[in-house]
């Protein structure tokens, strides 16, 4: 390991101060604490959009075994503040990848920590809730920490997706396709992009604060709400979007934070979570089918079942079957659905996949 010799310091919210070693680059990182109980696939959650503000638990005892491939990116940067492992490796297995996961997190300035008992760590979390922390390889005097924490905002209340979303719209996909769907960028991964243009459909993929004068010019055959990191309802530009495109009574699909905005912009309320649902194994039952789906998630909000009760134009379509919270919603009297897991997964199994395809068939 590169920075072997050097020790590093987590301190939480909460006081609670773990010792373990430096890797990655060397330096102080701060942000939401959330823990991953992924075994695979740590390339991309790093590079998962949603994850910006956060300092990433992965629980899985050894991450990195297998290095770092391009093809494993779901966006052109890592986007975690920071990663917690009880063993991160330098060295890897697969001959087909770039290099050591130190090196990629020295590229893309990441500081990390290992060494840590992460099972004992997420046990805490799933306690007492997320908080923010900050992780340090170069500062070790608790006091000074402390203050760094104070300085760091709450993700109750953030708005992030502008941060992360494409500034210019862009064209992917079959150009002559007859299915055209507008892809409101709100933090996208590459491989949900990549689940619609594989059946055959043209996407044209629109900054977060694009107006709906701008996304309807496009006359898509569908819209799409993408992922993305922070509070929803913090996002009242997306939702007053949302809620004109709905008038058009042309599919919508939502995932992840689309499923929150959908759910907003019909006068359902979000939450924030006491720990979020993170990691590639989360059992997921489809009420209308009765069958039950093994989902990857990502997410730190929900949606209020409350309020679903009192709309009589809304109805829930999925539940999370370890809490019981809501996974999925349809309109009553519109083409429009939406799922909080991640149906692309990527990584993950691939059992929610058909949401893409009855997406493409509302539109046919």
């Not at 290095?67 to 001959?95: C, M, P, T, W, Y």
């Not at 953030?158 to 210019?168: D, K």
């Not at 769907?181 to 709100?186: L, Q």
């Amino acid at each position: 390991m590169f920075n072997k010799h050097t020790n590093a310091v987590l301190l939480l919210a909460d006081g609670t101060l773990l010792k373990g070693r430096a890797f990655g680059t060397l330096g102080t990182a701060k942000g939401e604490i959330c823990f991953n109980t992924g075994m695979t696939g740590y390339q991309e959650v790093f590079t998962d959009p949603s994850y910006v503000g956060q300092v990433l638990i992965m629980n899985n005892v050894h991450i990195g075994n297998y290095g770092v491939s391009d093809i494993d990116s779901e966006s052109n940067q890592v986007h975690i503040k920071g990663l917690i492992a009880r063993n991160l490796e330098s060295q890897f297995s697969r001959s087909k990848a770039n290099g050591t996961l130190e090196e990629y997190l020295i590229k893309n300035k990441i500081v990390a920590i290992d060494g840590i008992d992460t099972r004992a760590l997420v046990a805490h979390i799933r306690e007492k809730g997320a908080m923010n922390c900050v992780i340090s390889s170069v500062e070790y005097d608790v006091d000074i920490l402390q203050q760094q924490l104070l300085s760091c905002p709450d993700m109750d209340g953030l708005e992030l997706s502008s941060t992360v979303s494409t500034t210019q719209a862009y064209d992917l996909g079959d150009l002559d396709s007859p299915i055209k769907i507008a892809v409101m960028d709100f933090g996208v991964k590459r491989n949900i992009l990549n689940c619609m243009i594989e059946r055959g459909t043209h996407l044209r993929i629109f900054p977060a604060k694009a107006t709906f004068n701008e996304v309807s010019s496009f006359h898509p055959t569908g819209y799409f709400l993408s992922n993305g990191p922070g509070d929803p309802a913090s996002m009242e530009y997306a939702i007053s979007t949302i809620q004109q495109m709905l008038v058009e009574n042309k599919p919508l699909f939502g995932i992840c934070l689309g499923h929150q905005l959908l759910a907003l912009a019909n006068g359902i309320s979000t939450f924030k979570m006491h720990h979020g649902h993170r990691g590639l194994n989360h059992p997921v039952k489809n009420i209308i089918t009765g069958q039950c789906e093994i989902t990857t998630q990502n997410h730190g909000f929900g949606v209020n079942p409350k309020d679903i009760e009192a709309n009589d134009g809304v109805e829930i379509t999925h539940l999370n079957l370890n809490d019981g919270s809501i996974e999925g919603i349809r309109l009553k009297d519109k083409p429009a659905f939406s799922v909080q897991y991640h149906p692309e997964a990527a990584p993950g199994p691939h059992d929610s996949r058909y949401l893409f395809d009855n997406f493409i068939a509302m539109m046919k």
